[in-house]
T-cell receptor
């Protein structure tokens, strides 16, 4: 069965600092991997996705993620965080039937 | 171009009642998936509809049922509501599977269901 683990429930970073959100997955084949962002009371917006090819994936809003098959990881990174990045971030795996992690809530302090 | 629209935005029901939630997919999409997001949790897959049939189902009881109409819109029905059904219900649409589809899900803003 496919699954996703996001070990960090809550992360606080200073504005302008770098960010890395961790994600580990379990999937029986070549994984379809996603990162979504959710603002309070809203639906989810796709930041980026990985299906195949280059293991470093660029997304919207300056985010990137790196797929590491040997570590079953798909960590999300941003070199410089903005206050507007404060939200909840979900890693997900699957094709059509998508399994989400429990999310990491990002707080950005001035 | 309208995205995924869901109605109503908020709903309050009592235990034992039945509820129907509605979803219109993004223009050009024919596949609709429903997710339940409990407070503080990630979305959990309920089921997916394509060509008016349920194609895949998550680990949800038969109290959860759905329907897809010829115009690709969809309904989620929940019978015999329990307190634990209180959650944000998200609808997501994706592209035509017959053309290889789009693996990208577009989400609506959800329906917040409170069961008292």
């Amino acid at each position: 069965a496919q699954s996703v683990t996001q070990p960090d429930i809550h992360i606080t970073v200073s504005e302008g600092a770098s960010l890395e959100l961790r994600c580990n997955y379990s999937y029986g084949a070549t994984p379809y991997l996603f990162w979504y962002v959710q603002s309070p009371g809203q639906g989810l917006q796709l930041l980026l996705k990985y299906f195949s090819g280059d293991t470093l994936v660029q997304g919207i809003k300056g985010f990137e993620a790196e797929f590491k098959r040997s570590q079953s990881s798909f960590n999300l990174r941003k070199p410089s965080v903005h206050w507007s990045d404060a939200a909840e971030y979900f890693c997900a795996v699957g094709y059509q039937k998508v399994t989400f992690g429990t999310g990491t809530k990002l707080q950005v302090i001035p | 171009d309208a995205g995924v629209t869901q109605s109503p935005t908020h709903l309050i029901k009592t235990r034992g009642q039945q509820v129907t939630l509605r979803c219109s997919p993004k223009s050009g999409h024919d596949t609709v998936s429903w997710y339940q997001q409990a407070l503080g949790q990630g979305p959990q897959f309920i089921f997916q509809y394509y060509e008016e049939e349920e194609r895949q189902r998550g680990n949800f009881p038969d109290r959860f049922s759905g329907h897809q109409f010829p115009n690709y819109s969809s309904e989620l029905n929940v019978n015999a509501l329990l307190l634990g059904d209180s959650a944000l219900y998200l609808c997501a649409s994706s592209g035509k599977i017959s053309r290889g589809g789009s693996e990208k899900l577009f989400f609506g803003s959800g329906t917040q269901l409170s069961v008292l």
